[in-house]
């Protein structure tokens, strides 16, 4: 079994603040993670691993510090990892993205063929859900979203079963090798890693591969230049002007009833 | 040739999303202020009646492909039904539900048609000057809004949350086109198969509720969701909650509101122990109505409340509770 994990690093969103006089983010220190969809991807890969042997290849683009997640992945039991950095790549939206890691796996394939390509679901800091979806249809390989767990994987006959979560329940697919799936949090859960994993991870060191090198990409599809969308505007969310407000310690708990009452009456929900 | 808007109708078993008929309202305004038309896209088996409902919400044309292969749906055979139509007919812009299935199948289309998406867009207009279309989303976890541009590519592609825009009234006497389209895709060309399907057991149907009731970390542990049950269910509405508390297991992921969980519109909003980070109220700002408990006054929550209550929440609610019951039985 061959296995493509493709990770981001992210900002942890729940941390990060504004600054209240200037409107825009403060990122200083705030701590970057993996991103928690890839993270159950990774468990799911290493999950897979345990049990029937794999190969696990695991890939980010992002900036030179992306080199933590990927060592990160390494205590999941990743035995390649690969970093694909360069300034060309910067300012690139999902479409861009999707070009960037689609001709990386091609070319990675050329080696030896992945049965499985595992990505999280959305990251949490741009919740779009578009790259897995993209690098499938540019690998022109069956996409399965929102998979919540791996029910069978047979290498002989080489089929995979899956479980899909949709708002109405849980649909069962089954699909032909390769496939692409994208990862909600259930698939899988964090291994422990032994002391040796850890200090693997610890000395691991990503390849780095850039624009030209060892992937030629075509420089207009990239990037920035390679984006379709373009942001127009940034702006901090208007606030509605807030209405009454009461403190129960002074009114008294029943005037404070009887007031959500009436709010109740008048919207006909009462 | 007139500028096309187009909205794909996302139906399961013959029957429609509601999302689909709130983007056809939405699309209605872009079709003016581009001189357009309204079109929509129904994709499945048996969906004439879809199709036609479609008008009914204001589609001028309606391109339906009717086909067993599009039993349910799959993304390999959706997103070959849609790519080719907009092959075909060229559309200006297309609009999606931001649901599990527009989601899915939207990164495919626009990959395939080479072309910009945004997703979970919270509002669409036209600019006057360049007729391009305005996207503006919550970036980061709802810290930020940004207006994004796809100037040189086509179609604009945006999914939409469902209770993002509201629901256009339904008009029985408007007249329609419907253009049927082959799919040109057999069974035996799908690779993927659905062999079973496990239905939930209750579906929580939080953003069409009328009545939401919120807890967030202010509950104290996952027993305080007994309390809000009690009161949703008094009130016909549902119980919701905030990112910090499933994120601590206390509730299902099902139920959270905001940014990464539901975006929901009803007419009573209560939130119980929940600050308010941006990340909540973005799916939860344009309630008609917004009730906030707790028991700290500089909580962000009270932003937007339209009637902020300071004070233990294990104090009011009780007492709420039982003040409803004693509604209720008067009117009995």
């Known amino acids: 079994m061959n296995i493509l994990v493709s990770i981001k690093q992210v900002p942890d969103t729940t941390n990060i603040r504004i600054n209240p006089e200037t409107g825009t983010l403060v990122r200083e220190g705030v701590p970057s993670i993996i991103n928690p969809y890839d993270a159950s991807a990774l468990a799911l890969a290493s999950k897979l691993k345990r049990r029937y042997g794999a190969k696990i290849t695991v890939i980010t683009m992002g900036p030179p510090q992306a080199e933590a997640a990927l060592k990160e992945a390494v205590e999941y039991g990743a035995d390649r990892i690969i970093l694909l950095s360069d300034r060309k790549f910067a300012g690139a939206d999902t479409l861009a993205t999707s070009y960037t890691l689609a001709e990386t796996i091609k070319y990675l394939a050329g080696e030896a063929p992945f049965d499985l390509l595992l990505f999280g679901k959305q990251a949490i800091d741009g919740d779009t859900a578009q790259v897995g979806p993209g690098v499938a249809r540019r690998l022109g390989v069956p996409l399965i979203t929102y998979v919540v767990k791996v029910e069978k994987l047979d290498t002989e006959t080489r089929e995979i079963v899956v479980h899909r979560k949709t708002e109405r329940g849980i649909e069962i697919l089954k699909a032909p090798l390769p496939v692409l799936i994208t990862c909600d949090r259930e698939v899988g859960e964090p291994p422990f890693s032994p002391l040796s994993e850890l200090i693997r991870a610890a000395k691991s060191k990503p390849e780095v591969f850039s624009a030209e090198n060892p992937v030629p990409l075509e420089r207009a599809k990239l990037g920035l230049k390679g984006s379709p969308t373009r942001v127009h505007r940034v702006f901090t969310p208007e606030l509605k002007s807030p209405g009454e407000r009461i403190f129960v310690s002074e009114a008294g708990v029943s005037t404070v009833v009887e007031k959500i009452i009436t709010a109740l009456k008048e919207k006909g929900v009462l | ?332």
């Open chain 2, 1 to 332: 040739m007139k500028p096309k808007v187009w909205v794909f109708v996302e139906q399961e078993e013959g029957k429609a999303h509601p999302v689909s008929w709130e983007l056809l309202g939405k699309a209605r305004e872009l079709a003016e202020a581009l001189s357009g038309e309204v079109e929509a896209l129904v994709l499945g088996q048996g969906v004439e009646l879809i199709a036609k409902e479609a008008i009914t919400y204001g589609a001028e044309r309606v391109y339906m492909i009717d086909d067993p292969v599009l039993e349910y749906y799959r993304n390999e055979t959706y997103a070959h039904g849609v790519i080719k139509l907009c092959e075909k007919y060229r559309p200006e812009i297309l609009l999606l539900g931001a649901t599990t299935m527009g989601r899915d199948l939207a990164g495919s289309i626009a990959t395939a048609l080479e072309t910009g998406l945004t997703a979970d867009v919270t509002g669409l207009e036209i600019d006057p000057e360049t007729k391009n279309l305005i996207m503006t989303r919550p970036a980061f976890g709802g810290n930020i809004m940004a207006s994004i541009l796809c100037p040189d590519h086509r179609p604009q592609m945006s999914t939409v949350r469902p209770r993002t825009f509201p629901l256009p009234e339904k008009d029985e006497t408007r007249q329609g086109e419907i253009v049927r389209e082959d799919l040109g895709l057999s069974e035996n060309e799908v690779k993927v198969k659905r062999v079973g399907f496990i239905p939930k057991e209750k579906t929580v149907n939080l953003e069409y509720a009328d009545v939401v009731v919120s807890g967030g970390r202010g509950l104290g542990g996952p027993e305080g969701f007994k309390l809000l049950r009690e009161l949703a269910e008094l009130l016909d509405g549902e119980v919701g909650a905030s990112r910090a508390v499933v994120d601590a297991g206390w509730i299902d992921y099902e139920y959270q509101v905001g940014q990464t969980g539901k975006t929901v519109r009803p007419r009573v909003y209560i939130a119980c122990g929940i600050s308010g980070a941006i990340q909540h109220r973005v799916g939860m700002q344009n309630s008609d109505l917004i009730i906030a408990v707790n028991t700290d006054p500089e909580a962000p929550i009270f932003r937007i409340a339209d009637l902020g209550i300071v004070g233990d929440l294990y104090e009011v609610l009780p007492e709420l509770i039982e003040a409803i019951k004693k509604e209720k039985s008067y009117e009995q």
